[in-house]
Nanobody, 116 residues
């Protein structure tokens, strides 16, 4: 089992920045991919960014050039640096982890609100 706890959400004006953090605990040795998803009201949950243990990062087109995902394996933590935020980035952001056995785990979510 893997547990994920997010932090760092909040309210920010358009053009501002936030950094989300997600700490994993439990069977962290089994984690392959870590990433961030988001879900806006009335919309489906969508991938924002992902970073596998040994591969290249992957970003949604809508955040490329503005968001950066990084990972500190020693701290079992994944980060999402969000710059140049837009009102359309407003959503609940969820941390996600997938193990080498392809089991999926989710955090509880953290609200990000961008005001215009």
């Amino acid at each position: 089992q893997v547990q994920l706890v997010e932090s760092g959400g909040g309210l920010v004006q358009a053009g501002g920045s936030l950094r989300l953090s997600c700490v994993a605990s439990g069977s962290t040795f089994s984690i392959n991919v870590m990433g961030w998803y988001r879900q806006a009201p009335g919309k489906q949950r969508e991938l924002v960014a992902a970073i596998p243990s040994g591969g290249s990062t992957n970003y949604a087109d809508s955040v490329k050039g503005r968001f950066t995902i990084s990972r500190d394996n020693a701290k079992n933590t994944v980060y999402l640096q969000m710059n140049s935020l837009k009102p359309e980035d407003t959503a609940v952001y969820y941390c996600h982890a997938q193990t080498y056995q392809r089991h999926n785990y989710w955090g509880q979510g953290t609200q990000v609100t961008v005001s215009s």
